[in-house]
């Protein structure tokens, strides 16, 4: 059963930084286009960024220079580090993979897998 664990989510301030993990499991690792997405309260879910199976990195226009997105195909995992955190930037943060190789999608219906998230809080 593949699954998807996000860890180092927590409570930080406005202009700190953050490191977000998730390790995988049960998954053909190499060939997922693995993403992040964050969801805040009342809104829908968001694209934050993605790494293909070709190491191709995709940021969402809003977030690009302040959040940065690696993969490490030995250890099965990704890892999300945000920079200069902004209140906005409060959200549950979940970790996802697309089974179609080397997709670019920034939809959440593309992604079969889900992690259980992980709540990021900015406080001003």
């Known amino acids: 059963q593949p699954q998807l664990v996000e860890s180092g989510g927590g409570l930080v301030q406005v202009g700190d930084s953050l490191s977000l993990s998730c390790a995988t499991s049960?998954?053909?690792?190499?060939?997922?286009?693995m993403a992040w997405f964050r969801q805040a309260p009342g809104r829908e879910r968001e694209f934050v960024t993605a790494i293909t199976s070709k190491s191709n990195m995709i940021v969402a226009d809003s977030l690009k220079g302040r959040f940065t997105m690696t993969r490490n195909n030995a250890m099965h995992t990704v890892a999300l580090q945000m920079n200069n955190l902004k209140h906005d930037d409060t959200a549950v943060y979940y970790c996802?993979?697309?089974?179609?190789?080397?997709?670019?999608?920034?939809?959440?219906?593309?992604?079969?897998?889900w992690g259980q998230g992980t709540q990021v809080t900015v406080s001003s």
């Open positions: 049960g998954l053909v690792f190499s060939f997922y286009t």
């Open positions: 996802a993979a697309n089974p179609k190789i080397d997709s670019a999608s920034k939809s959440p219906t593309d992604y079969t897998r």
